[in-house]
């Protein structure tokens, strides 16, 4: 990569002498919004879009069987860092539009069509607000359903009760 003062441009400044720097302008003018380039990085667009999915009711967790167990027992050690929020979500980012992943554990007794229909909203809403991709789709995968009475893996339990 090169330092911002080595790269050239195709831009030529102009400059009125009696302005000082205050009158150097582009060629073309317009929009100062418009001059350089702005790329989001997939673990943004996957951070927005787990935080989005986890708030839809009738989610009970993110990712397969396997990423949670790994990531449970993560979460456990010491200096393992809080839980990941971007757990069963996989994002492709391009320079204007995004596609996602999603694997999903939804609660016994939810609709999961409504529950997955509700994620893709607001997975959608989330990202095209924060980033101004234009999010061409988001796949759900249901991977497991939660029972009332099954234990939440995802909970770390002490050794001592």
């Given at each position: 990569?090169?330092?911002?003062?080595?790269?050239?441009?195709?831009?030529?400044?102009?400059?009125?002498?009696?302005?000082?720097?205050?009158?150097?302008?582009?060629?073309?003018?317009?929009?100062?919004?418009?001059?350089?380039?702005?790329?989001i990085?997939?673990?943004?667009?996957?951070?927005?879009?787990?935080?989005?999915?986890?708030?839809?009711?009738g989610?009970?967790?993110?990712?397969?069987?396997?990423?949670?167990?790994?990531?449970?027992?993560?979460?456990?050690?010491?200096?393992?860092?809080?839980?990941?929020?971007?757990?069963?979500?996989?994002?492709?980012?391009?320079?204007?539009?995004?596609?996602?992943?999603?694997?999903i554990?939804?609660?016994?007794?939810?609709?999961?069509?409504?529950?997955?229909?509700?994620?893709?909203?607001?997975?959608?809403?989330?990202?095209?607000?924060?980033?101004?991709?234009?999010?061409?789709?988001?796949?759900?995968?249901?991977?497991?359903?939660?029972?009332?009475?099954?234990?939440?893996?995802?909970?770390?339990?002490g050794?001592?009760?």
């Amino acid at each position: 990569m090169t330092d911002i003062g080595e790269r050239k441009t195709s831009q030529t400044l102009h400059k009125d002498p009696s302005q000082g720097l205050a009158g150097a302008t582009a060629r073309g003018g317009g929009d100062p919004g418009g001059r350089g380039r702005t790329t989001i990085a997939d673990g943004v667009v996957e951070k927005i879009a787990g935080l989005a999915a986890r708030d839809v009711e009738g989610v009970h967790a993110m990712g397969g069987g396997l990423a949670r167990t790994f990531g449970a027992v993560r979460d456990r050690v010491p200096g393992g860092g809080t839980k990941s929020v971007t757990r069963g979500v996989k994002a492709e980012v391009g320079e204007v539009q995004t596609a996602l992943d999603l694997e999903i554990v939804v609660e016994y007794g939810v609709p999961i069509t409504d529950v997955a229909q509700d994620v893709r909203e607001n997975v959608i809403g989330a990202v095209e607000r924060m980033t101004g991709l234009e999010v061409v789709e988001v796949n759900i995968a249901v991977s497991d359903v939660k029972l009332p009475d099954e234990d939440d893996e995802d909970e770390p339990q002490g050794r001592l009760q």
